[in-house]
């Protein structure tokens, strides 16, 4: 497949992440907004709040959070190559910062900044993996990295057609 193909690809794989991020980020994999608990609350201390529970650090939380943003890192690097690393890091950035405020404005979640900064770590983790391929596969990087988006992307959508079917 060309260069031209696989970025193409590139593109498709990484609208369909996005939109289920969001769906799932955004609006708890409901259909509508009416379905979604109103709450609006923000945290601008990092570690407290919604990140918290009985007095402890709830890290599964953060690291769902990381694992999440990990893909946004690595589609950073394979759509915008050119790109230096602090501007493929701004990415993953502002989609979360976007989601956090779409979460406050929309009174469907709580915005947090230790989201924020899970997320972009995912980001940032993601494109160290990026540079791992690139450095191990050279010019089949973007390839390999495509053949696994397809197929976790083909499992992600079975998954999900699945939990909307049982439910």
Request: one cysteine or more; aromatic letters at 12%; a positive charge.
């Amino acid at each position: 497949m060309g260069d031209k193909k696989q970025l193409n690809l590139t593109k498709i794989l990484f609208g369909v992440y996005f939109l289920i991020l969001v769906w799932t980020l955004l609006f708890k994999l409901n259909f509508s907004l009416e379905e979604l608990y109103r709450s609006r609350s923000i945290n601008l201390i990092p570690f407290a709040g919604t990140a918290t529970v009985n007095g402890r650090i709830h890290m599964a939380e953060i690291i769902n959070n990381i694992i999440v943003f990990v893909p946004v890192g690595i589609y950073a690097c394979m759509l915008k190559q050119e790109w230096s690393i602090l501007n493929k890091i701004s990415i993953a950035f502002f989609i979360s910062l976007g989601i956090e405020v779409l979460q406050f404005v929309l009174a469907i979640g709580s915005t947090d900044i230790t989201d924020l900064i899970g997320n972009t770590l995912g980001g940032v983790i993601g494109i160290g993996i990026f540079y791992l391929f690139a450095k191990f596969f050279k010019n089949k990087a973007i390839k390999i990295l495509n053949i696994l988006a397809s197929s976790a992307t083909v499992g992600l959508v079975g998954l999900l057609s699945i939990l909307i079917l049982v439910n």
